[in-house]
């Protein structure tokens, strides 16, 4: 199975088992640039997962260069500790790998004990909100022997290779960026000056860790940024790297700041790597394609395709740290998908929090929440097949218990299939794929189209009862709530209704602004159409993007308060609210819908009253949980715990960790 993903490669003298990387990721797993238990048991966790390398980091070279938060190896006194570190992730047969970082203008100055950042050029950053100060040439042979003393510590340490980041945006980056780079001495100005801080320092660190030693630098195949390093100059980039001695390049996509995603669902599977391919046709080093490979199929083409020799797998072994040894023993249907929420990683570290996984209840708990065989199997009645009750009956099953779902509808899933309806949402049917395949596995049986009743309890007899009931739709008793123009969000996204001309939608909270979407999109032109039109240039590309953006109906939310989305996450909330806006999709804030009367929708703004007549009104008011079956089982007095939305509406992760950890109590 897979035998490009799984073949071995050379990167300088080091072999390495297969073509998985885990690369660099932020876990903020401690605050005192230490590592502690949390990362020995995470790192120990992808190791063992399969991955051919691990890369450990951000992790710092200076103080002004990451402040206090990131791991550091800075000192000496660092070493001893990386050392348990590599040698963890070495007996699980991986080869320990670290990034070394220097965010420069991205320097949060509180991370810094308030001094001011340094960087090429006093450019203002708008990522950490500060000027920098322009580095003096002493700064810059300062920060350029911090990376070489910190790469020969890491070697010390056992470390089996360093990258250097030169992407994202960080410190090399500005370096490299006529945007960033405003210099007039021998570092700015021309291709050639602006790539010297970067080609002394590789040649810096070359000298001290040796000629033999893995060097590899992580780089942007296109900046995203207007004015900066585009597909066109980075290849040049790639070839002065090549030239320094680097041994592989690891290729992702755009910068903080950039506006276009990097992360959420919007960007397509493997939807970054024709930048590493971009790169690999101008050098003869092993290049790493990154961002959104899910799959072993689309990780295997990426290979098998010549567009890169590696890949990387970030989120993707964060959600299931076996990815490769599934996938390399058939059993790829059983991965734990990485749906690019973002919830748990990039909005919780965005936030100053630890990373956790929504889908993988035990990444960042992997020395506490570990599934022990019961010594006492139970019968166990999970009732509701959301992902919720998936969660709680795989884990119940794992545990030794002998579980049953039942399910009132025809299918399992629940409401994760209609948060899969708006665009670029459909990644989360993965969460039912995996569960469909786990139940599959485990062959535990699903009873549907079952709704189940106390007479039916009282005749199985189970030991326990998880009830998953879910949530309904919070329809508020408003003045016209029964108008026949109102339909609920719920109905839109799981019926696709045919809607008028004129939409509105009640609410502009997370699920409102979905279904605004989902709505404002139909009808526009489709991918394949798009794709059709470039191909044969049939019309301007300016008008090929009107069509994409023009759908059949025209969509307003109301939300009472000062802002929609207060509930969408940091990560993904700009590209959500930019795709409404490329639908034309009106957002009246401070909007009160006090009646709805044959589709005229009256509403409160601060300037007074105002009324609009719609075809269709569509109810986004929130959720309710569903309590009947519990209610009934609390009266019959058999053992029972309640998951998910039925406790009260919540996120996926609500669901998922509620699941897993209720079935861990049994
Ligand atoms: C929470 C978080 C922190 C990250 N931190 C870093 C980092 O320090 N250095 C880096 O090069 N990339 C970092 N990345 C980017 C990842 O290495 C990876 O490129 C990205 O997650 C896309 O790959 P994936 O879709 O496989 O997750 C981070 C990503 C996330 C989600």
Known sequence: MYNYLFSPIKINKLEVKNRIAYPSLGLLYSYDTKLNDKYYNFYKEIAKGGAGIVTVGPVGIDFLGSGFVPLSIASDEAIPSFQKLTKLIKDEGASPWVQLFHAGAYTYPFLINNETPM?????FSKYSKATPREMTIEDIKTVQNAFAEGALRAKTAGFEGVEIIASAGYLITQFLSPLKNERTDEYGGSFENRTRFVRELLGMVREKVGDDYPLGIRMAGN??????????????????YEKCGVDIINVTGGWHESKVPQLPMELPRTGFAYLAGNIKKEVNIPVMASNRITTPDVAEAVIQDGVADMVNLGRVLIADPFWPEKAKNGRAEEIRPCVACSQGCTDEIFNGRPVYCVGNPRAGFEGERNIQM?????????????????EAALTATMAGHSVEIYEKKDDIGGQIKIAAAPPHKQELLEFVRYYRAMIKKYDIPVYLNV???TEMIKEIKPDHIIVCE????????????????VISSWDVLEKNPRLGKEVAVIGGGAVGLETAFFIAEKGSMNPETVHFLMTYEAIPPERIREHMFRGSSKV???EMMEKAGGDVGKSTKWVLMGNLDRFGVTIKTSSKVLSIKDGIV???????????????VVMAAGSKAVQTLS????????????????QQPGKMNHAIHGGFLTALEL
């Open 374 to 390: 019961t010594g006492n199997p139970k019968k166990i009645m999970v009732v509701g097949a959301g992902i919720a009750g998936l």
């Open 451 to 453: 709704e189940v009743t």
């Open 631 to 646: 209610k009934e089982v609390e009266e019959s007095g058999i053992p029972y715990s309640t998951v998910g939305d039925c």
């Open 556 to 558: 307003t939310v109301f």
């Open 223 to 240: 900046d995203f940024v207007e004015g900066s390093n585009s597909d066109i100059e980075t290849p040049e980039i790639a070839k002065v």
């Open 119 to 123: 960087a090429p050029s006093a450019v």
């Open 602 to 616: 009256e509403y409160e703004t601060p300037d007074g009253m105002e009324s609009k007549k719609f075809d269709n």
């Open 470 to 485: 879910g949530a309904k739709p919070l329809m508020p008793p408003m003045e016209g709530i029964n108008d026949s123009s």
